[in-house]
């Protein structure tokens, strides 16, 4: 059969799978399955990959040594080799054999078929176009109160009792397609070390936001709204993921305020992999967003998030969102965009351009981001740092999320690096991350009248005190930043003197520091467990504005925590030593 003549070329007669899918390889390989029938290929690939797959423990991601056994890694191998080997063929059709081996990581990264930009943007944010735009019951008397969220990841088919607080062998474990345990006590409603956000915890979190008082102004969700069982998702599950969501404040009554929501790198079906071009992703661009965010959008919203999933918003008459993707310039991850390496549908271009027209107008913006600094590809990272810089006098902060523990940089200027700037703020995703985080929220305070940002509480429930006892199951406030912190304010000027403060050792830094690195994983793990001088020199993002105490040493470790469970199927194929895989296995 043609399929296994395939297959057979992807693995047995290349000499480099000893150690590695050699580049060449792979090349040789894609060109022989060019002129194939694509479900023939995709037969091939599912049927080397996955018992390749399951032997290599799902590439680290699986084990079989735990109570569920062997299941752990044939359930896991099985549903990412077919969801994978589907990206892989739409990477081979679009980019051709050099794009496809370069794109996951087997050949070195493709030369950009062009430059960076576009010579011109490729869609364009008009925001003096506010047809459809809703009179939001908060603008007539506002509370200068908003909520910022991020990476709920939300396990919709959690299931209670199944095993969650021992790890199953699986990233994300209390799913109901678990095998039994046998008598073993298992998870409580409110969630376990291994799994993702409950319903349960969801609701406690939409309920805590419905009795907030104030009432806020506005809500931001700044993207990962699906749990981390990327093996198991489709284009449904994930559209159904963003419409529960919105669904769930429409009826806690937040229809008539600003709910302005983003993409993260989980939206995407497989994850992380937004395609170019992106009419394969129109399923998302054109349905998903639409339907589940429709309620909020302007006219204009709609129309430049089909064309891109990027968009402006008003939050307040003078105040205004403005929405990027950024998991389009996710290195690494990314498949399509590693194998070209542009921004072709010229984001950065209608970025500036908005912020123009938004200068010219008078309003101040919120840049809201999935992804921080120093997670995206470093071309783009620059550039998007060197237009805030730009235009600094409208933009009052940028919100972020992927990082599940909370996140702050304070920008300065890159000419002298002693002006603060700007300060990009995550708020910290929804936990545990293997018991290392309870979930969150947070409450910014702002001035009504200049937009700036004074203040801001964090909001907490503790899942393990809630599955002991249900009283706990709510979130409460467990700071403010002011007071917690020793602020006079939350400026970029105050953050960066509070973070060089650490690089020493008063005792007033000590007491601020300790404090600090406590809010950071919402108190689930100890002040030791961070790294102060990272921190601090994080905060003052000194790989790209060097400072003296830091040199040009960030923190490094983004998060940890933040399965890319998105390699499998090309990692199982180049990290095979063909000479050790089990004669049962041999596609031979």
Known sequence: MKSLAVASALTWPFDGYVKKLKCDACIVAAELARPVPREWTKAALVGVATPACEYLNGTGWCSKTTLLGDWSCADLCQGMMNTEADVLLDLLETHGPSGMCGGVGVCPRPQPAGPPEPATPVVKSDLSDLRGEKQWASWKKPSGTFVHFTDLHLQLDYAAGTMGDTWCGQPVCCRPEQPPLNGTEGVGLYGGEFCDMTPTV???????????????????????????????????????????????????????????????????????????????????????????????????????????????????????????????????????????????????????????QARQRGEKVLVLRHHPYGSMDKTFSDMIRNATESY???????????????????????????????????????????????????????????????????????????????????????????????????????????????????????????????????????????????????????????????????????????????????????????TRVPKQYSIV
């Not at 506005?218 to 093996?231: C, E, L, M, Q, S």
Request: glycine share 8%.
């Open 202 to 356: 969801f609701k406690a979190m939409v309920d805590a936001i419905h009795k907030l008082d104030p009432r806020p102004d506005f809500i931001i969700n700044t993207g990962d709204d699906p749990a981390h069982v990327v093996w198991e998702q489709t284009h449904a599950s994930q559209t159904e993921h963003m419409r529960n969501v919105s669904q769930s404040f429409f009826d806690a009554g937040f229809g008539d305020v600003p709910f302005v929501q983003i993409l993260g790198n989980h939206e995407a079906h497989p994850v992380d992999q937004y395609r170019v071009p992106l009419s394969l992703d129109n399923w998302l661009y054109q349905g998903a967003m639409q339907e589940a965010w429709g309620p909020w959008l302007t006219d204009d919203a709609k129309r430049t998030i089909g064309s891109g999933g990027i968009y402006t918003q008003r939050l307040m008459p003078g105040l205004r969102a403005i929405v990027m993707h950024t998991t389009q310039y996710e290195s690494g991850d990314n498949w399509f965009f590693e194998a070209d390496a542009r921004d072709t549908q010229g984001q950065m271009l209608w970025f500036v351009d908005a912020l123009e």
């Open 392 to 578: 600094n006098d409208i933009i009052i902060a940028t919100l972020v999320g992927h990082v599940h523990v909370a996140w702050l940089t304070a920008l300065r200027d890159r000419a002298t690096g002693t002006k603060a700037l700007s300060v990009e703020y995550g708020p910290g995703g929804s936990g545990p991350d293997q018991g290392t985080l309870n979930p969150t929220f947070r409450v910014y305070k702002y001035d009504t009248s200049t937009y700036e940002l004074l203040d801001y509480d964090q909001y907490a429930l503790d899942y393990r005190a809630a599955n002991k006892d249900a009283s706990n199951g709510v979130f409460r406030k467990i700071l403010s930043a002011k007071s917690e912190f020793e602020l006079k304010d939350i400026s970029a000027a105050e953050w960066s003197r509070v973070a060089k403060s650490w690089l020493g050792n008063t005792s007033q830094a000590n007491t601020t520091w300790e404090r600090f690195a406590g809010a950071v994983t919402r108190h689930r793990l100890p002040a030791s467990s961070q790294n102060r001088r990272g921190k601090a020199c994080q905060i003052l993002m000194a790989d790209s504005t060097p400072t003296p105490d830091c040199g040009t040493s960030g923190d490094a470790s983004i998060d940890a925590s933040n399965m890319q469970l998105g390699k499998v199927l090309a990692e199982s194929l180049t990290h095979i030593d063909w």
